[in-house]
């Protein structure tokens, strides 16, 4: 550090060079600034270019686009009910079948096998086996989904007497679910964490047993955050597009049988974006999947927006 | 927390009832039961992967081009370099921006800012870029970038993942900064340092690792992004380092191949997946061998209680 010193000091020392640290420190401000500005431009001008190209097919459209289920680029219908029940159907069944799975790691990681505990090797063992499970990329669940669950899916289809396609919602929701496990897990973890220790002495105290502890007071304080949780991992579960896109099947016909439709091919509003944006001819036909695009953007937004204030206001 | 809950639970069902503790052994049991019960895919899918992908696995699998339908043989030499091109351009964009804007949500984002709004604006936005589904980016870029070009090419597909890898490196940039000891900017200042010289040359320097550490969490994210590639680097089956052209990635061929209906290119795909999993495992390891051995967790260790200027 010699050296800086002797600069620092002849900077003292010199009046000249004291005026140009003062004009390096404001072009250092105004860099951060700017690079703040760039940031909140980005995300702004992004939903205004969305919304900018999306808008003829919002003119065209009108109440269609939500509630038809029509989807045909030729005769210049695009209704799209069938890829907004797609998406809602998907991400509420992995929810379903994540979240109990997501809430027994968050508990067991917190409570039974805290991060002090190192040496204990399951705890160790989960903990990065989540964190492993959150870094595989999608494409990849898609594929392993392809070869793994549609024909476990298949098999039920044909023990049910359903047309066997093996790819359909159903497989669809089970890789989403696999997928969203380990981040509902980390925001579980995390706002479990938070329960204050003096609350569960305090039970400990009169005599209640771990479980109870556990269902009574940690439970029950933490439960706006798992709720913000689950909230959140919604909003991710409805943008996933690549591993949905390989197992949906890409039917743009929904039957309206509920008990079929789970076993049925479909699409999500990401998967039909993925599918025919490449290949879309004409301007109104683009618009139309931008305008797909603006509702996910804004959809998801809303959830964001939403779990975050949720566990803000938990923590504090 | 209501009072008679316990209440109940003592007086209605009693202290010593027995039941009480089998219940708590049996829901330990079912929480072990269900953890590995979630954890186990996690197994299936790397073991089915390294199972697959090892079979198809060869120096010349590696480093030769990929073959038309029928032909024996083929490799992923394209993809490799395309994936490593596409996360430096998104690195070139997405680093200088967001370890700005994490210095900058760090050092103005005080709650006694009168440019508050702003910071609390860039932070929103931050939170909000991490949430965006990896495809509406992708038409975001498309519109920006291709539709200007006039075609699909490397550089749209490092631009959306840049834009995806921003979050990371700003969260993660802010998050270390903060770790740092008042005392040490408060020391560099008491020497009269200026004020950019105490960011730059005390700050920066004591949490390089967890910039880092930020930075291969970001790579980590993105190398296995197939979504905002679709329609911006699109995919090329020839072997091309040109940033104007489009060009082929990892997670963009394991897509088509596997979609595919030959049997041949199932197997260039699992032996792809093994590839990019290896990477991204590796980059998170690495992350995380970063974490421990940085000045970061000493500094920490060290953190006295003094107040913030």
Redesign the interface.
């Known amino acids: 550090m010699s050296g800086?010193w002797k600069h620092?000091m002849k900077m003292?020392n010199n009046g000249k060079t004291n005026n140009s640290?003062k004009l390096?420190?404001w072009?250092?401000?105004v860099?951060?600034?700017?690079?703040?500005?760039?940031?909140?431009l980005?995300?702004?001008g992004?939903f205004l270019?969305?919304l900018g190209?999306a808008f003829p097919a919002i003119k065209h459209n009108g109440f269609n686009f939500v509630t038809s289920t029509v989807w045909n680029p030729r005769s210049e219908s695009y209704g799209a009910f069938s890829f907004i029940v797609g998406t809602i159907l998907t991400s509420f069944i992995a929810l379903v079948l994540?979240v109990?799975?997501?809430l027994?790691?968050s508990?067991?990681l917190c409570e039974?096998l805290p991060e002090y505990q190192n040496g204990k090797i399951?705890g160790v063992f989960?903990r990065n086996?989540?964190?492993?499970?959150a870094?595989?990329?999608?494409?990849?669940?898609?594929?392993?989904g392809?070869?793994?669950i549609s024909p476990i899916v298949r098999y039920f289809e044909e023990l049910l007497d359903l047309p066997a396609y093996g790819v359909s919602i159903l497989a669809a929701s089970i890789v989403l679910a696999?997928m969203i496990?380990p981040y509902s897990?980390s925001i579980g973890r995390e706002v479990i964490a938070m329960v204050p220790e003096e609350?569960k002495e305090a039970?400990y105290a009169?005599?209640?047993?771990?479980?109870?502890t556990?269902r009574?007071?940690t439970l029950?304080?933490s439960a706006s955050g798992i709720v913000a949780g689950v909230i959140?991992a919604l909003?991710?579960a409805?943008?996933?597009?690549?591993a949905v896109t390989?197992l949906i099947g890409n039917s743009n016909i929904l039957p309206v049988n509920i008990f079929r439709l789970i076993f049925s091919p479909g699409n999500t509003m990401?998967s039909v974006?993925?599918n025919e944006?490449?290949e879309a001819t004409g301007k109104l036909y683009l618009s139309s999947?931008?305008e797909i695009?603006v509702v996910?953007?804004v959809l998801?937004?809303v959830?964001?927006?939403i779990g975050?204030q949720v566990i803000r206001r938990f923590a504090l | 927390m209501k009072l008679h809950t316990f209440r109940e639970v003592v007086v209605r069902k009693g202290i010593g009832n027995k039941w009480r503790v089998v219940r708590d052994r049996c829901f330990k049991y079912l929480l072990f039961i269900l953890s590995f019960l979630g954890i186990s895919p996690l197994v299936l899918i790397i073991g089915y992967i390294v199972v697959k992908g090892l079979s198809s696995m060869s120096l010349r699998f590696l480093f030769s081009l990929p073959v038309p339908v029928g032909e024996k043989g083929g490799g992923i030499a394209n993809a490799i370099v395309g994936t490593g091109i596409l996360v430096f351009v998104a690195s070139f964009f997405s680093v200088p921006l967001g370890v700005l804007g994490g210095i900058y949500l760090n050092e103005y984002g005080g709650y006694s800012n009168r440019k508050r709004w702003l910071t609390y604006c860039t932070r929103l936005s931050v939170e909000m870029l991490q949430g965006i589904p990896s495809i509406v980016i992708g038409i975001v870029v498309w519109m920006w970038v291709v539709l200007g070009m006039g075609h699909f090419s490397a550089l749209a597909g490092g631009i959306a993942l840049g834009i995806m890898m921003l979050p990371t490196v700003v969260k993660s940039t802010e998050e270390t900064l903060r770790l740092v000891p008042p005392s040490i900017r408060e020391g560099a200042l008491a020497l009269g340092v200026p004020y950019y010289r105490v960011v730059l040359r005390v700050l920066i320097p004591a949490s390089k690792s967890g910039i880092l550490t930020g930075i291969l969490l970001g790579i980590a994210r993105i190398a296995g992004e197939t979504a905002p590639l679709l329609f911006t680097a699109f995919g090329n089956p020839y072997f091309s380092t040109d940033i104007t052209e489009p060009i082929n990635s990892l997670p963009l061929l394991i897509f088509n191949y596997a979609t595919s209906p030959y049997e041949e290119w199932h197997r260039i795909a699992w032996g792809a997946s093994l590839v990019l999993i290896g990477f991204v495992f590796l980059l998170s390891l690495s992350a995380r061998f970063f974490v421990s051995r940085g000045t970061i967790k000493k500094l920490s260790v060290n953190k006295s209680g003094n107040s913030k200027v």
Do not use: Q
């Not at chain 1, 860099?31 to 909140?40: D, F």
């Not at chain 1, 086996?129 to 499970?133: E, F, G, K, P, R």
């Not at chain 1, 005599?207 to 109870?212: D, H, S």
């Open positions: 800086k620092e003292k640290t390096k420190g072009i250092f401000r860099g951060l600034i700017t690079s703040g500005c760039v940031i909140v980005l995300l702004g992004m270019s969305l190209e994540s109990p799975f997501a027994a790691i508990i067991l039974y399951i989960l086996a989540t964190d492993l499970l870094g595989v990329p999608s494409v990849i669940y898609g594929f392993w392809l070869f793994f696999i496990l897990a609350l039970a009169l005599g209640t047993t771990k479980y109870e556990i009574r007071v029950r304080h959140l909003g991710r409805i943008g996933e597009t690549m390989m990401a974006i993925a944006f490449a999947l931008i695009g996910l953007f998801s937004f959830l964001n927006v975050k």
